[in-house]
């Protein structure tokens, strides 16, 4: 996986590979899928959720540029993996997952990899207010807009990662916060997500 999906798409900070090459994604993959854990795509894991393809998930937390000991908050914990990933990287990790039975499963599998992380079952698309700001925020689901209070739960110098368009199609925007209503919004490509479901999102 790592040397032939991503390394050649352009992958290059070594801690995150470093990441990918320790954190068993077999783990957070339904029984009956695990022989195509490390395949270059998303799969299913229930309720019409998806772990993401592996190269998707690298691209995101290289895009974070995460140092050690930042806060991130995550917007969809599915299965537990870029959580993990995350906690390999040395970050304190907050997670929304809408779904509880989900929350409860990856909660379980990060504890048996001796991950802390704190997660909660909720709107993702109101962030989490008690814990912010936070130093990073990386969303797993595909949004119409930018919700509005991850935008104010994102200190000043901080950097968030989402999908945004249709639920058809949406574009990979790397947000960074300059000031109190000062961001810097960049394109890092095209992406198809499943939708991020909320006040701020899709309907249920």
Not at 95 to 102: A, F, M, V, Y
Request: glycine content about 10%; aromatic content about 10%; hydrophobic content about 40%.
């Amino acid at each position: 996986m790592v040397e032939e999906q991503l390394i050649p798409r352009g992958i290059k900070d070594k801690s995150v590979l470093k990441a990918f090459l320790n954190i068993p994604r077999e783990f957070f993959v339904p029984l009956g899928l695990r022989k195509f854990a490390y395949a270059d795509r998303p799969l299913l894991i229930g309720y019409k959720q998806t772990i993401s393809q592996p190269f998707m998930v690298a691209l995101m937390v290289q895009l974070l540029q995460l140092k050690r000991g930042d806060k991130v908050l995550e917007i969809g914990t599915g299965s537990g993996y870029q959580a993990a990933i995350l906690c390999y990287l040395g970050c304190e990790v907050f997670t929304i997952e809408r779904i509880k039975e989900l929350a409860d499963t990856a909660e379980e599998k990060l504890e048996k990899l001796q991950f802390k992380v704190k997660i909660k079952v909720g709107d993702g698309t109101l962030g989490w207010e008690e814990f912010s700001p936070f130093d990073k925020i990386i969303v797993a689901a595909g949004a119409k807009i930018i919700p509005p209070p991850l935008l104010s739960q994102l200190r000043e110098g901080g950097r968030l990662v989402i999908p945004v368009g249709n639920l058809y199609h949406q574009e990979l925007i790397v947000v960074d916060k300059r000031g109190e209503n000062e961001y810097i919004k960049n394109n890092a490509g095209g992406c198809i997500f499943v939708p991020l479901v909320g006040k701020y999102g899709y309907e249920d």
